[in-house]
T-cell receptor, first 116, second 113 residues
Framework: AQKVTQAQTEISVVEKEDVTLDCVYETRDTTYYLFWYKQPPSGELVFLIR??????QNEISGRYSWNFQKSTSSFNFTITASQVVDSAVYFCALSGGWAGSYQLTFGKGTKLSVIP | KAGVTQTPRYLIKTRGQQVTLSCSPI?????VSWYQQTPGQGLQFLFEYFSETQRNKGNFPGRFSGRQFSNSRSEMNVSTLELGDSALYLC????????????FGPGTRLTVT
């Protein structure tokens, strides 16, 4: 069975601070995919990034960066110089690599509040 | 490209009734998945359809069903509604070949009274 754990339920930071959202996953698959989604108050889930299990390169996109470490089964997300618009619930998710396992298994989410 | 659309956006039903929700995926996407989001259980997978066939199903009772049409549009149906079915129902689409990101619609907020 697949499992995603986001231990941080809520985080509050002051604007311009850096913040890291943790994600730990469990899977028996050798091929799998990891994702981060953002859910602003409007409710729609917005895709941020996808990583496959064979690509451990870290990625940076503007103020966002992701650190994937298979050795610790973690896929952490860092926001640099946070802004009020970053306030949202962030979900880490995992899917398998074979037909019948493409569904997303989500963590419980981390609610990020950025205070001006 | 237009995004994923879901109708209706809001729905209020009474216990025991049934409801049908609709989802139109991104053009060219053949996979549609449905998720239920509640404060207590979080985001849970309901089922996935690919080329009109249910490819995978989550751990939900048989009252929850769905289908996909030849144009990839999908519907989900919940019969004999219970109070616990109150939730945000999210539809997601993807090409369906595996491992791709899924794009979500705005959701249907179902309230059962």
């Amino acid at each position: 069975a697949q499992k995603v754990t986001q231990a941080q339920t809520e985080i509050s930071v002051v604007e311009k601070e850096d913040v890291t959202l943790d994600c730990v996953y469990e899977t028996r698959d050798t091929t799998y995919y990891l994702f981060w989604y953002k859910q602003p108050p409007s409710g729609e889930l917005v895709f941020l990034i996808r990583r496959n299990s064979f690509d451990e390169q870290n990625e940076i996109s503007g103020r966002y960066s992701w650190n994937f470490q298979k050795s610790t089964s973690s896929f952490n997300f860092t926001i640099t110089a946070s802004q009020v618009v970053d306030s949202a619930v962030y979900f880490c998710a995992l899917s398998g690599g074979w037909a019948g396992s493409y569904q997303l298994t989500f963590g419980k989410g981390t609610k990020l509040s950025v205070i001006p | 490209k237009a995004g994923v659309t879901q109708t209706p956006r809001y729905l209020i039903k009474t216990r025991g009734q049934q409801v049908t929700l609709s989802c139109s995926p991104i053009s060219g996407h053949r996979s549609v998945s449905w998720y239920q989001q509640t404060p207590g259980q979080g985001l849970q997978f309901l089922f996935e359809y690919f080329s009109e066939t249910q490819r995978n199903k989550g751990n939900f009772p048989g009252r929850f069903s769905g289908r996909q049409f030849s144009n990839s549009r999908s519907e989900m149906n919940v019969s004999t509604l219970e109070l616990g079915d109150s939730a945000l129902y999210l539809c997601a689409s993807s090409p369906g070949t595996g491992g791709e990101e899924q794009y979500f619609g705005p959701g249907t907020r179902l309230t059962v009274t």
